[in-house]
């Protein structure tokens, strides 16, 4: 617990176990959790006895309790998960593996195997020696095509699905049908290092482990995860293939953009991030960058990248308890005020994530960051933001935005949390209408 006269109640805001993947690491860091609570319940306990009619006093009580039986119960779910890990030999190429893990530790690792197939692309072409990734649990053979960029914990990969013929040849239905394949190195998860050797904070298991909620049912705007594999040493995430790029790329080439055109898109974010928001997930790090353009036409926004995104936790009251911070994330020019100025209060999740939907659609409508950091040192943002006077700056510039597009800005980019309107406040908007 942290230090001080008013430490840091440890809740669901601190740890979702259930996000976490059953190594003997992660059960050393629940246990140690667990300990803290402990201590936490017994103040509690002992406070809710000298004020017994004390309704916090209770409440807060209740929230510990439940607090440590989900710990307590993931700790032992995952000692027996490892203790049958420990009674199986490892997975080889020449065949067996183990079972995949429980879905009740967020997510499901799938056995898979990495080798040399012989692979035929078409009846006019002699079979040839491919690496594959070999999905088993749907008998599927994944062909490696080309690596689409480098990642903190690997890569993603386009691959190619095919299907083992009864002459021991992978052979690709017709239309091909692709998937993109994000792969971790699991010696770079367990150190939480990036490929360079640079600590990082995303931690790819519980990303997955909020991909897997998030796509059940799934929604239009928010990229599917297809499945999960594992090999000894690799983790491998599979999504669908989409071929439009980076929003980031499309505003670079063609901003600013028309009303309509940026409208369209907009409407389309702000849908796929309430989706998000609904299933009680804050995603944290909302930019042009994490948005893909797919659809049968390449012009919708599918939103991605949950390394950093973190999982509310429920309030009767207001919908969702602020998130406790854990300093500056995300990027610099779509990070909210409250989370770059890294003071530590609790923030609201929602607010945050509203605020970088308002920067996006500002770089959408001028071609341009409006500031290097959402902070008073930086000029551009004292004017615009500070002293309200976003529309007069913008105009100074030489950007031609219409009135509703400007009220719309200044209400998502609101100074203040608290009159920084929702999603669905957002969505109500005369603009988008």
Not at 126 to 144: E, G, T
Not at 157 to 173: K, T
Not at 301 to 307: E, K, R, V, W, Y
């Amino acid at each position: 617990m942290a230090n001080g006269s008013s430490p840091q109640r440890l809740s669901l805001a601190t740890l979702d176990p259930r996000t976490l993947f059953p190594t003997p690491e992660n059960i050393s860091r629940v246990t140690q959790l667990q300990q803290q609570v402990q201590l936490q319940l017994d103040e509690d306990r002992a406070r809710s006895k000298q004020a017994p009619d004390d309704t916090q006093a209770r409440n807060k009580r209740s929230e510990s309790l439940q607090y440590l039986a989900l710990l307590n119960d993931w700790i032992s779910q995952a000692r027996t998960v490892t203790q049958q890990q420990q009674q199986q030999s490892r997975p080889r190429l020449s065949g067996g593996g183990r079972p995949p893990l429980s879905a009740s530790h967020g997510v499901v690792m799938e056995p898979a195997e990495e080798g040399d197939f012989r692979v035929q692309a078409s009846p006019q072409h002699p079979a040839a020696i491919h690496r594959c990734l070999w999905d088993k649990a749907r008998n599927l053979h994944y062909v490696q095509v080309k690596k689409l960029r480098d990642t903190i914990y690997g890569s993603v990969r386009l691959y190619q699905i095919g299907r083992l013929s009864e002459d021991g040849i992978i052979r690709f239905s017709q239309p091909a049908e692709q998937v993109a394949i994000k792969m971790y190195d699991k010696e770079s998860v367990r150190k939480r290092k990036s490929r360079d050797g640079h600590s990082v904070q995303e931690d790819p298991l519980r990303e997955l482990a909020i991909q897997q909620r998030l796509s059940n049912p799934g929604h239009r705007f928010v990229m599917p995860l297809l499945a999960t594999l594992e090999t000894p040493n690799r983790f491998f995430a599979v999504y669908p293939f989409v071929s439009g790029g980076e929003l980031f790329e499309f505003v670079s080439t063609n901003a600013p953009l028309p009303e309509p055109t940026a409208r369209a898109l907009m409407r389309g974010m702000l849908d796929g991030v309430h989706y998000c928001h609904q299933a009680g997930i804050c995603h944290r790090d909302i930019s042009l960058e994490n948005f893909l353009l797919g659809g049968d036409n390449n012009n919708e926004p599918l939103l991605i990248d949950f390394g950093l995104s973190v999982i509310m936790e429920p309030d009767g009251v207001s919908g969702w308890r602020p998130i406790a911070h854990t300093g500056a994330v995300g990027k610099q020019f779509y990070m909210a005020p409250e989370v770059y100025s890294n003071t530590g209060q609790a923030y609201d999740g929602i607010k945050v994530d509203v605020w970088s939907l308002g920067v996006c659609l500002a770089i959408m409508l001028t071609g341009v960051p409006l500031w290097e950091c959402p902070s008073s040192v930086d000029d551009r943002f004292r004017a615009s933001i500070i002293r309200r006077e976003l529309p007069r700056v913008l105009s100074i510039w030489g950007f031609h935005i219409s009135p509703a597009a400007l009220s719309l800005l200044q209400r998502m980019l609101e100074l203040d949390p608290n009159l920084r309107p929702s999603i669905t406040e957002v969505a109500q908007h005369e603009w988008l209408r």
